[in-house]
């Protein structure tokens, strides 16, 4: 069977996905990388939404409407900031993942795009942010058949290469 876990190099704003993941900041108001570009492009009705949700712990994630984006949901999700892995950072990366796919299922989303959680301004080193990914959904996927397409979007030729090589080594 072809893998439902797809990796393009592009801007998460223009995917055709039913929902996108934002990685957010724990006051969900917005900020700079990812973040920005995805209120950005949504448009104020997603800062509403955020306002109104108030915020968000880290490794936790909220839904809301896509605005004026393609994808007719964003899931928010908090990733950790990089303190050297003593704390509790891959767990929390983990989580980050699995409660926005359990949001998808709740909300049949069949398609979903992810950037790369913590490895900007949180700083996570790539590789290692890379395995906990495509390990974490690789794993959620076999226990569910409603989800039909994760697709990671990268934003360097770099960070494709190091998420398509932390599949392959699953394997
Ligand atoms: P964090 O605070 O979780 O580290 P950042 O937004 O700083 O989040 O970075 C996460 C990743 O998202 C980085 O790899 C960054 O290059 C990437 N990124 C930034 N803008 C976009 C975009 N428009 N589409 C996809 N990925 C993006």
Redesign the pocket.
Known sequence: MESKITFVKG???LQDTDAIVN?A?SSLLGG????G?IHRAAGPKLDEECRKIGGCPTGQAVITTGGNLKAKYVIHTV?PVWHGGTLNEPDLLASCYINSLKLADENGIKTIAF????????G?PVEQAAHIAVKTVSDYLKNNIAIEEVRF????DR?YQVYVKAYKELK
Do not use: C, E, K, R
């Not at 700079?32 to 973040?35: A, Q, R, S």
């Not at 950037?115 to 949180?122: F, L, M, R």
């Open positions: 801007d998460i704003t990685a900041n700079g990388g990812v973040d570009a990733g950037p790369s959680i913590s490895t900007g301004a949180y996570y979007v990268l934003f360097s960070d």
